[in-house]
């Protein structure tokens, strides 16, 4: 990593601590008193030995400043527990604020930009990649205050009491943040090599963890073992080396500050034998500024030592805000928000004029097209895998940039409010994603005014109420539609999209996984819902189009026909040969019940 991108990436986790800059200051706060409270310890510590050995005073007299050293102890003891709370506190805050900076962008960017990468990567990046960030908000950035003012405040003190254990401090204090500097390059290019390894592992064991099955039917189980192991292997030698630079860095800052301290105990172990007669102003060194520097000296470097033993936190946070940072900084420019909203969403038209589909790394996906989609009419979009129609789906959704010209209802996809156009959608997959939770959940998606009524009702109109009545709306339905069958899952997802009530209906192979009678119920209950509202049916299956209005046939990025059903039956063309390719599957399908 260079100088001037780890500069930029530590300006901006300093910006992000300005949310929580209470909390910071409070753990700064804390640990400057307990620095002040350390010296009236040391002081009374010192006092109590000089009056034993020196003054060789009775003990019955030192029981106020030993009840007294006990209560200093009970406070910065206090203060400690206190400055974890607001480091926890403020580390918690401001990775809250991260995370949800990530669900905005991802939101942004849509369904199209986060296929592009595994579910794990996206799973990496959300959760250990911003967890790794807490110790540098909770910890590191309040030492970086402490190891200035700590030192700071241990050397007024100790200098009106002898300059030589002073100069001392002050001369050997620069040593251990010029070492940090000089590991934290090589740390930082190491925390980096480890997030890109967990990424790839991450996105490697989550794919495959969802593939088990086809794993195993097709005999890959030995083949994906040895290239789980390859990157498990990959990230333990960047883990390792991680640990390696920590642990070396943590050795070499013990060994200048015990060298320290033995250099300022040296000292005053010839001052007191005679040796060496400087650094008292005159006066000589007495026992009670010897212990009293002595028992300061470790306490002078602690703050120095704990910033170098969370400098590798420091590293971490670097390594993981890198690729958080690139992240938020993907230009959504071309699929950004407008603010112009749907004033007639009684009916929706949709009008593209040489329009040009493109990725959001500028890749062109399609084009160029031009198509209407009239209102009250239903239109089919069909064509073999790769021909562009998910691109062209993305594209009108809001999700894809373009060029040319998209209009709905007359307005320009890019100046409209999306979240507002996306209100007029209802939306039917082949695929229907129920989340964790009940049925009643999966049908309002969070809607808190829906009444049971309103509910029952697209439970009916759906042909869903057969099985949900039998169930309750409060069966709970796990992760992947576990506990409904893919035929039920797909009427839930019809009653969401009814519940919706969308002047546009987009289905996308909304009958591709069914069963016969599911799939007639699903078709029967999309058939009612669209009547008199615009529509796009996205689809493989032909034999139920002969009743649309309009068929647009894509291959290669391109509308190759346009037409109604018995238009596009009778004319040379790719229709007509996916039509022959259907009914003859369907023919052997037939055959084969026969055979059972």
């Not at 029981?63 to 709370?85: D, P």
């Not at 390859?230 to 640990?243: I, P, Y």
């Not at 992240?327 to 909203?341: H, P």
Request: contains cysteine; glycine residues 8%.
């Amino acid at each position: 990593m260079d100088k001037n991108k780890q500069r930029s990436l530590n300006k901006w986790l300093r910006e992000q601590s300005k949310l929580a800059k209470r909390w910071l200051l409070i753990a700064v706060g804390l640990g400057v008193f307990s620095s002040v409270l350390l010296l009236g310890q040391a002081a009374l510590l010192a006092t109590i030995l000089h009056q034993l050995i020196i003054e060789q005073v009775d003990k019955s007299t030192l029981i106020g400043q030993f009840a007294g050293l006990a209560v200093i102890i009970a406070v910065r003891a206090l203060c400690s527990w206190g400055r974890e709370i607001a480091g926890y506190r403020c580390g918690e805050q401001i990775r809250l604020y991260i995370r949800q900076l990530i669900l905005d962008k991802l939101r942004e960017l849509g369904p199209a930009y986060i296929k592009g990468k595994p579910a794990g990567t996206w799973a990496t990046l959300l959760l250990e990649q911003v967890e790794e960030m807490h110790d540098f908000f909770a910890r590191y950035l309040p030492q970086m205050s402490l190891a200035v003012l700590v030192p700071f405040v241990i050397l007024i003190v100790v200098f009106p009491v002898n300059w030589a254990a002073g100069l001392i401090f002050l001369l050997t204090a620069p040593l251990v943040p010029l070492f940090m500097a000089l590991v934290g390059i090589k740390a930082a290019d190491a925390g980096q090599k480890n997030f890109k390894a967990l990424q790839r592992l991450s996105g490697h064991f989550y794919d495959r963890l969802q593939s088990m099955t086809t794993i195993r039917l097709f005999d890959r189980t030995k083949a994906e073992t040895e290239l789980m192991k390859g990157a498990s292997e990959v990230f333990r030698s960047r883990t390792m080396e991680v640990l390696r630079i920590a642990f070396l860095s943590s050795a070499v800052l013990e060994f200048f500050t015990s060298i320290s301290i033995a250099l300022t105990a040296v000292y005053f172990g010839f001052a007191f034998i005679g040796e060496l007669n400087f650094g008292g102003y005159g006066a000589g060194v007495t026992l009670f500024a010897g212990m009293f520097i002595l028992i300061l000296a470790p306490e002078f470097y602690q703050p120095l030592r704990d910033l170098g033993t969370f400098y590798h936190a420091k590293q971490q946070a670097l390594g993981a805000a890198e690729s958080i940072v690139e992240f938020l900084e993907t230009d959504v420019a071309s699929v950004k928000s407008g603010n112009t909203q749907i004033t007639d969403s009684n009916a929706i038209t949709i009008k593209a004029t040489d329009l040009e589909v493109f990725s959001l790394e500028g890749k062109k996906l399609l084009g160029p097209v031009s198509f209407d989609i009239l209102a009250h009419q239903t239109t089919a979009l069909v064509g073999p895998s790769g021909a562009g129609k998910t691109s062209l789906v993305n594209a009108i959704l809001g999700f894809l940039p373009y060029q040319g010209s998209l209009t709905i209802n007359g307005i320009e996809r890019t100046e409209l409010d999306l979240a507002n156009w996306r209100q007029h959608i209802s939306w039917v997959g082949q695929n229907p994603l129920l989340l964790h939770g009940t049925i009643r959940d999966n049908i309002t998606l969070g809607k808190q005014q829906v009444s049971d009524q309103a509910i029952q009702t697209v439970l009916e109109n759906s042909f869903a109420a057969e099985f949900v009545n039998q169930h309750g709306l409060d069966y709970a339905v796990s992760d992947r539609s576990g506990g409904l069958s893919v035929g039920q899952a797909q009427r839930i997802a019809l009653a969401r999209a009814m519940l919706q009530n969308g002047q546009f209906w987009l289905l996308d192979e909304p009958t591709a996984s069914l069963d016969a009678r599911s799939e007639r119920l699903v078709t029967q209950g999309l058939t009612q819902q669209i009547e008199d509202k615009s529509a796009l049916i996205v689809t493989h299956q032909l034999a139920p189009l002969q009743s649309v209005n309009q068929i647009l046939v894509m291959q290669d990025g391109q509308i190759v026909q346009a037409g109604d059903f018995a238009t596009l039956a009778n004319e040379q063309g790719l229709f007509q040969q996916m039509l022959s390719a259907n009914q003859a599957l369907s023919q052997h399908n037939d055959e084969g019940n026969l055979d059972a």
